[in-house]
């Protein structure tokens, strides 16, 4: 690869593609030409000409003329296909595809070390902040103890503005999808599986851990109200959706759940579609990340500064994961890494009694039931809320007191 001039071919041009080919355009160090785009829809009507784009994946995968395979398509198997085959090819990748890095994390791990090629993905997470790469480096030699975010633009977006423009749930949504902030499908950002996949991918990079999307649990904001909004407001509290990864002994609580935060918290400052990460280690104690978490430049200059990397020959060494992969000797799995045993104090909102049924709720702290609002404040046995995943029957809202 020389520095003077790379080929770049994409995969997708939607929100994230065409942030990047601005943003790629504007850039006056790196110097990268676009060498085919490869899309989906035969009839759609693009910004730039017909000649840039191709229908099919081979035009590209068969190239041998190429520096770096760009994949930033909505399909996930696809995605996989396209990126593995691209690193089978002895090419470099950038994908910000993060359901697709989080659910194939160990195939694409073995696939990078087999076929000693790099695959970086700082766009997948965080948006424009730099926190992969700063997890990968800055902290490659400090003792994290806890990583926390606020890591979907979209639900940020909605709760800010149904709390301080006192917007409907619905509506607010509606704009989320059309400024490009929310998925294809939406049920992804506001059940939390959005941050879900995101939280996978920086616990790889924070502590070495990699998890399944099943194996963590995923609450959402998808049943809130403005029941919830007011309990809040009224505490001096904000609810934001976080995604969580903290050492707890030799293992690690991992989870994304709607939380209740102070007017001290970092996070409650952080508000509409930017995101904030909070790292805290041993010796540099806590620092916060923030920047746009979702929409087409700022997750197209997160993608720019991969390609851009690449020119330099960067990867990530995974010098975590590797540690945890020896200290386990054999036995790394979930059961070896993941705490989901303990009792978890959260806020529940219910409308009939029996929707607490599958909950293990062990002590009830405080209980408020009228005609129209009913909420407990309760100890929850943390592996009981499982039940509530992707639960797209249950119309209950549980957020963490904290
Ligand atoms: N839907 C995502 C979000 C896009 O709202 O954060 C950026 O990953």
Redesign the pocket.
């Known amino acids: 690869m020389s520095n003077d001039k790379i080929s770049v071919a994409l995969f997708g041009f939607g929100c994230v593609g065409q942030g990047l080919y601005d943003v790629l355009n504007h850039s006056e160090v790196l110097q990268a030409n676009i060498a085919k785009i490869c899309v989906k829809d035969r009839n759609k009507e693009r910004k730039i000409g017909a000649e840039n784009f191709t229908f099919e994946k081979n035009d590209i995968l068969n190239r041998k003329d190429l520096d770096v395979v760009v994949e930033m398509i909505n399909d996930t198997k696809e995605a996989f296909e396209i990126v593995s085959t691209a690193m089978k090819n002895g090419i470099n990748v950038v994908s910000a595809s993060?359901k697709m890095l989080a659910e194939y994390f160990e195939e694409l791990y073995k696939l990078q070390e087999e076929n000693k090629v790099a695959l970086i993905y700082e766009g997948?997470a965080g948006?424009s902040i730099p926190i992969i790469r700063t997890l990968e480096e800055y902290y490659d030699n400090e003792l994290l103890s806890s990583i926390r975010g606020i890591?979907?633009?979209?639900?940020n977006y909605i709760l800010t503005r149904m709390e301080l423009e006192s917007k409907d749930y619905g509506d607010v949504l509606k704009d989320?999808q059309e400024s490009g902030?929310?998925?294809i499908d939406p049920w992804?950002?506001v059940a939390g599986f959005?941050t879900l996949y995101?939280t996978c991918l920086l616990a790889v990079h924070a502590f070495g851990v990699v998890l399944k999307p099943d194996q963590v649990l995923n609450l959402g904001i998808q049943n809130i109200s403005f029941d919830d909004i007011r309990y809040a407001r009224e505490k001096g509290l904000r609810i934001k959706l976080i995604g969580s990864a903290a050492k707890q002994g030799d293992k690690y609580r991992v989870f994304v759940m709607p939380r209740f935060v102070n007017k001290e918290d970092e996070l409650y400052k952080i508000l509409y579609?930017y995101?904030g990460v909070e790292v805290e280690g041993a010796f540099s104690c806590k620092q916060t990340f923030t920047g746009k978490?979702?929409g087409s430049h700022p997750?197209g200059s997160a993608v720019l500064s991969d390609i851009s990397a690449l020119t330099y020959r960067y990867k990530y060494a995974y010098k975590k994961l590797k540690k945890q992969r020896a200290r386990l000797n054999g036995n790394y799995n979930a059961e070896n890494l993941l705490d989901t045993d303990f009792a978890i104090k959260v806020y529940i909102r219910y409308t009939d009694k029996k929707e607490l049924d599958a909950l293990d709720i062990r002590n009830v702290v405080e209980e408020y039931r009228s005609p129209g609002v009913n909420f407990i404040i309760a100890e929850v046995g943390f592996k009981s809320l499982y039940a509530l995943k992707g639960n797209r029957e249950s119309k209950v809202f549980v957020c963490a007191v904290e």
């Open positions: 993060k997948s948006g890591l979907n633009g979209t639900t989320a902030f929310a998925e992804l950002d959005d995101k579609e995101n978490g979702a997750t």
